[in-house]
């Protein structure tokens, strides 16, 4: 088993080296997708100071102050404790990195024409020297803290003018996320959990989830696919099995239910329920979510977001 990365042998080390570590910058759009974006030399140096040099700086104070490190998923957010998670089990975050670390030369230069900042989600901050591990600064785009240039002046001296920049943007200084060896390093629990839609309370329910729908259901995946790998990450599906109870669900009754409304719900020769896709996964949660019903005043089908049940009322015998 792999030793957790140690964040406070980290900054001893990059602290002697902070100088000679490359910096290249991209953007993360709300679907996780990363793009690539340049930096001009004449905030270079303060792009280094907000995203490794403060973040730094607070390990090292903190380890005057007895700060300690402990799992995300056993540690609440307070002050003077970094939390930790497994990249492999942060299903976005996992994603980003790949993207970076292995189709690199895939990754679209960031154009405001072409893709809008406004989709923009985080900055994450590689830093690299030859011969060792890069390792990751991420910070989160507030789009409150932006100004696009078609809608703003510019003040310069006792005279507004034409804002010419297409976007306008205001970094926090702030620590907030850090990405080593495998491992996230979480300063910011609030800004981790927006940026790569990780709740670590309702993913624990999921897998409980998950794990009783397939001791339920038949169910068929691609090769190295599984009901677990698919809905990591999904936030509106994993918010959808927390009041799931798939006991309460045959098989045969969904499949029924599925064909009445008219869906796509294929099997495979054993029998087993064929999910291939995203859309064959949402499709199958949302059954047994029971969000497909028909009107029995109009007979129109309909797909429901939200439901609340009727309380029946009781009568009382005088």
């Keep these: 088993m792999q030793e957790p990365a140690d964040i406070f042998l980290w900054a001893n080390t990059t602290e002697g080296i902070k100088d000679d570590l490359k910096l290249d ?40 102050l007895g700060m300690s490190v402990r ?30 670390e292995n189709a690199e030369a895939d990754i679209e230069p960031f154009r405001e024409a072409d893709h809008e900042f406004k989709r923009i989600k985080a900055m994450i901050a590689r830093f690299s020297r030859p011969g060792s591990q890069p390792f990751y600064a991420v910070k989160l785009v507030q789009q409150s803290q932006t100004v696009k240039g078609a809608s703003a002046w510019s003040l310069s001296g006792n005279r507004f003018g034409a804002f010419e920049p297409d976007v306008a943007l205001r ?38 989830k998950v794990a009783e729908i397939e001791a339920q259901f038949r169910l068929s995946f691609a090769d190295g696919q599984s009901l677990n790998t698919l809905i990591k990450g999904k936030k509106r599906l994993i918010n959808k099995l927390q009041n799931i109870d798939p006991s309460n669900i045959k098989q045969e009754d969904l499949e029924n239910h599925a064909e009445t ?22 499709t199958f949660i949302t059954l047994l979510n029971d969000d497909y019903i028909t009107s029995d005043m109009t007979g129109i089908r309909y797909k429901i977001s939200g439901k609340k049940p009727l309380e029946e009322k009781s009568s009382t015998i005088g």
């Design 25 to 64: 910058l991209f953007l993360i759009n709300k679907q996780h997708t990363v793009y690539s974006i340049g930096l001009d030399t004449d905030i270079a140096s303060q792009s280094r100071e907000w995203f490794l040099l403060n973040m730094l700086k607070q390990v090292e104070l903190g380890v005057g």
């Design 261 to 282: 409304m008219g869906l796509e719900l294929l099997n495979d020769d054993s029998g087993a329920i064929i999910i291939l896709d995203d859309k064959d996964l949402d």
């Design 171 to 208: 970094v926090q200084p702030d620590s907030q996320v850090l990405i080593l060896d495998g491992y996230i390093f979480v300063f910011n629990q609030a800004k981790f959990e927006k940026i790569f839609n990780y709740d670590v309370k309702k993913q624990a329910i999921a897998d409980k």
């Design 71 to 100: 799992n995300f998923e056993q540690a609440e957010a307070e002050d003077n404790v970094i939390q930790r998670a497994e990249l492999q089990f942060v299903a976005a975050a996992s994603e980003v990195i790949h993207q970076i």
